[in-house]
Structures are given as C-alpha cells and as structure tokens.
C-alpha cells in the first residue's frame, strides 16, 4: 500500500513537470507604476486574496478578492477582464496570485 502511494506521488510530480505554461501568467519584464505598486500592497492585505491582473506597460490592474472567509475568490479570468476594461483592451496577464507574484521573471 505503501508502495502504491508513493508511486502516485512521484507520478503526480513527473506529470506536473510536463503541463505547459500558463498562458494567463504574465512574463519578462514589467514596470508597475507608484499607483498600481500601491494596489497591489492594498491587495496583498486583504482578508483572502485571488488574483491580480496588470496591463503590460504596468499602468493599469484589477483584483478580486474574497471579503469574507466562506466564499469563493474570483477567477483569474474575472481579474484579467477588468483590467483590460481599465485598460481600454490593452492586453492584461496575471501578476499576482493569492497575494504572491507569480509573474514569471518581473525585473527582466
């Protein structure tokens, strides 16, 4: 049984290994302004937060999060879409996720 378990550990971690990309992480370098520095702050400290999304040239962002500790956070597509309406539909990726970076090499 033992030996089964462990089995579908490694199993899952060697499959894990092999999913591509995540298309909705944003990637490479990105220069987030004082104000949008300052939101991603603000929604760092919030109870429970999902995710936060930011325009390509770092001027624009929108976030969801879960005010209360029995609800669901917003999805990442919910996070993209209103910051590319704040954007004017310049395209947004996903910055930050459950109050961590998750953009992939931000500093260039």
Known sequence: ??????????????????LPPDPTIGKGQVHL???I???????KHER?????AVSADGRYAHYNYCPENRCLRGSKTQAIY???KRSKGSP???YGAYGEVVWE???G
């Not at 520095?37 to 929604?43: G, L, S, V």
């Not at 429970?48 to 936060?52: K, L, N, R, T, V």
């Open 105 to 107: 090499n931000p500093n």
């Open 1 to 18: 049984m033992i030996k089964r378990g462990m089995m579908a550990v490694f199993l899952a971690a060697l499959t894990g290994a092999c």
């Open 37 to 43: 520095q300052q939101a991603f702050e603000q929604y």
């Open 82 to 84: 209103g910051c590319e």
């Open 92 to 94: 947004c990726k996903i």
């Open 48 to 52: 429970s937060p999902g995710h936060f």
């Open 33 to 35: 302004t004082p104000t």
